[in-house]
């Protein structure tokens, strides 16, 4: 009986186990060997060494391509999650929760390509933008080329991933607001503490881990920012809005160096691994959990 058991889980673990091997564990490890190989996607690999790692660490491209995603990271995360926050705040004691939050979660189940025309719509420069043309109209003010200026491209980006992902934060906002016991605001208002203090005495506290949940996937997000940055910007003409997995794709499928392309690819998992792991070594300092 015991033997039939263990031949049903075997049975019904294979499709998952097949689907992990087939898509991540193998496609990681031709990676990993592949960027140290120099290969065109056609001819005979040849091993290279560390000379691809060498010459992405030494590209100016790809210097500009980790400054933008930097850049587009120090934007999107802090201004992102603290908009979430309050507008869960302001939602957490409303009537018709529910409704507000699919009306904020809608933009999270549109297809990333619409959402970035519809913004390249919004932000185009000159009179076919309508932003910068109902502003010139009603104002006489000249606002900047959003996505042709290199010094402002990065603003847009950013300014679409916070407005695409706001929804996805605000639910786990919501529901981290509600795991907060009635009872410990109650017995603050009773020891005298106004909102701000309640807020930054209890609210805070009791939501830190969902927080820094939050702060985890909103860095690893903003840095494998792509599909958006691809529809509403041409970042070949356009080097402020360049990022690591542009320079991973345009090494791949334009110049067809993929031991390149894997060992930027590489490199971007790097910076991710050690931005996430100070991220949990800071995290025991700030979140407090139940325990």
């Known amino acids: 009986?015991?033997?039939?058991?263990?031949?049903?889980?075997?049975?019904?673990?294979?499709?998952?186990?097949?689907?992990?091997?087939?898509?991540?564990?193998?496609?990681l490890g031709f990676a990993i060997a592949l960027a140290f190989m120099k290969w065109d996607g056609l001819g005979e690999m040849s091993w290279v060494g560390f000379d691809n790692f060498a010459?992405?660490?030494?590209?100016?491209?790809?210097?500009?391509?980790?400054?933008?995603?930097?850049?587009?990271?120090?934007?999107?995360?802090?201004v992102g999650l603290a908009l979430a926050l309050l507008v869960a705040i302001a939602l957490n004691n409303v009537r018709g929760k529910t409704f507000y939050r699919v009306v904020y979660f809608l933009p999270v189940v549109t297809s990333s390509v619409a959402v970035?025309?519809?913004?390249?719509?919004?932000?185009?420069?000159?009179?076919?933008?309508?932003?910068?043309?109902?502003?010139?109209?009603?104002?006489?003010?000249?606002?900047?080329?959003?996505?042709?200026?290199?010094?402002?491209?990065?603003?847009?980006?950013?300014v679409v991933t916070v407005w695409s992902s706001l929804g996805l934060n605000v639910v786990i906002f919501l529901a981290g607001l509600q795991t907060i016991p009635p009872s410990l605001t109650e017995a603050a208002r009773i020891d005298g503490a106004g909102p701000v203090r309640?807020?930054?005495?209890?609210?805070?506290p009791m939501i830190s881990p969902t927080i820094f949940f939050?702060?985890?996937?909103?860095?690893?997000?903003?840095?494998?920012?792509?599909?958006?940055?691809?529809?509403?910007?041409?970042?070949d003409h356009n080097d402020g809005a360049r990022t690591i997995v542009?320079?991973?794709?345009?090494?791949?499928?334009?110049?067809?160096e993929f031991g390149m392309s894997s060992?930027?690819?590489?490199?971007?998992?790097?910076?991710?691994?050690?931005?996430?792991?100070?991220?949990?070594?800071?995290?025991?300092?700030f979140v407090h959990y139940d325990s």
């Open 246 to 256: 542009y320079q991973v794709y345009d090494l791949g499928f334009k110049d067809f």
């Open 55 to 78: 010459a992405q660490l030494s590209d100016p491209d790809f210097g500009t391509a980790v400054w933008n995603t930097v850049k587009l990271a120090v934007l999107t995360v802090p």
């Open 198 to 204: 309640i807020f930054r005495s209890v609210t805070l």
């Open 214 to 235: 939050s702060t985890v996937v909103a860095v690893i997000s903003s840095f494998q920012a792509f599909d958006q940055i691809y529809v509403l910007v041409n970042p």
């Open 116 to 158: 970035a025309v519809m913004w390249q719509v919004i932000l185009a420069s000159g009179d076919y933008g309508v932003l910068n043309s109902t502003v010139h109209d009603w104002f006489g003010i000249t606002l900047p080329n959003w996505l042709d200026d290199p010094g402002w491209v990065i603003v847009a980006i950013a």
């Open 1 to 27: 009986m015991r033997s039939r058991d263990g031949w049903w889980a075997a049975l019904f673990l294979a499709p998952q186990v097949l689907g992990l091997l087939a898509f991540l564990v193998l496609p």
């Open 263 to 285: 060992a930027a690819a590489l490199i971007l998992l790097a910076l991710t691994l050690l931005v996430t792991l100070v991220q949990f070594g800071v995290q025991k300092r």
